[in-house]
């Protein structure tokens, strides 16, 4: 199955700022990445997503970096504001035994502080 | 708009109890997940349906079972609880396998604790 590794594990940052939070990932045939968000005392939600046949993706604040070779994905959070303070998951698809991949592994999760 | 409810958001139980987790989704989704969520473990798979009546162990499925005998409803059962599944349970469902089904939406979280 897959393995997902998420770093850091706590991250601070001052308002306007930019974060980058890090995963890697095992198995090479994963081809989809996503990253929820969870503020406190709430469910995750999905941010942005993206898929192996991109490098890159953008929305507005935040972008999704890929590197296939490394197996490796990174998300980057410009101009933090307070209300980026929140938990953040990576994921990737675990495909099992029965070869339907329709699980996703997620990291441990980063807790992210945008100091004012 | 997608709408995962879970029954309770707060669950106190005694050691030895048998607990039911209740989940429903509104969105005809095929897959439904059950996950526990604890401090610097990210969110572990429990089950996984992926059809009524079918399920799949994930990665920590020992001391815990599951039922779905309706599309919509997934259940989480505790045969008999113990101190060390006190954690925060979340249930999730996506809509299918292709290429940009697997999205996952959560509900809102159960807090079990058990004394």
């Known amino acids: 199955g897959e393995n997902v590794e998420q770093h850091p594990s706590t991250l601070s940052v001052q308002e306007g700022d930019s974060a980058v939070i890090k995963c890697t990932y095992s198995d090479s045939a994963s081809n989809y990445f996503p990253w929820y968000k969870q503020e406190l005392g709430k469910r995750p939600q999905l941010i942005i997503d993206?898929?192996?046949?991109?490098g890159e993706k953008k929305d507005q604040r935040i972008a999704v970096t890929l590197n296939k070779t490394a197996k490796h994905f990174s998300l980057h959070i410009t101009e933090t504001q307070p209300e980026d303070s929140a938990v953040y998951f990576c994921a990737a698809p675990n495909t099992p035994s029965s070869g339907s991949a329709r699980q996703l592994t997620f990291g441990s999760g980063t807790q992210l502080t945008v100091l004012p | 708009d997608v709408k995962v409810t879970q029954s309770s958001r707060y669950l106190v139980k005694r050691t030895g109890e048998k607990v039911f987790l209740e989940c429903v989704q509104d969105?005809?989704?095929?897959?439904m997940f059950w996950y526990r969520q604890d401090p610097g473990l990210g969110l572990r798979l429990i089950y996984f349906?992926?059809?009524?009546?079918?399920?799949e162990k994930g990665d920590i499925p020992e001391g815990y079972s599951v039922s779905r005998e309706k599309k919509e409803r997934f259940s989480l059962i505790l045969e008999s609880a113990s101190t060390n599944q006190t954690s925060m349970y979340l249930c999730a469902s996506s809509p299918g396998l292709a290429e940009g089904k697997n999205i996952q939406y959560f509900g809102a979280g159960t807090r079990l604790s058990v004394l």
């Open positions: 993206i898929r192996s046949n991109v």
């Open positions: 969105m005809d989704h095929e897959n």
């Open positions: 349906s992926y059809d009524v009546k079918m399920k």
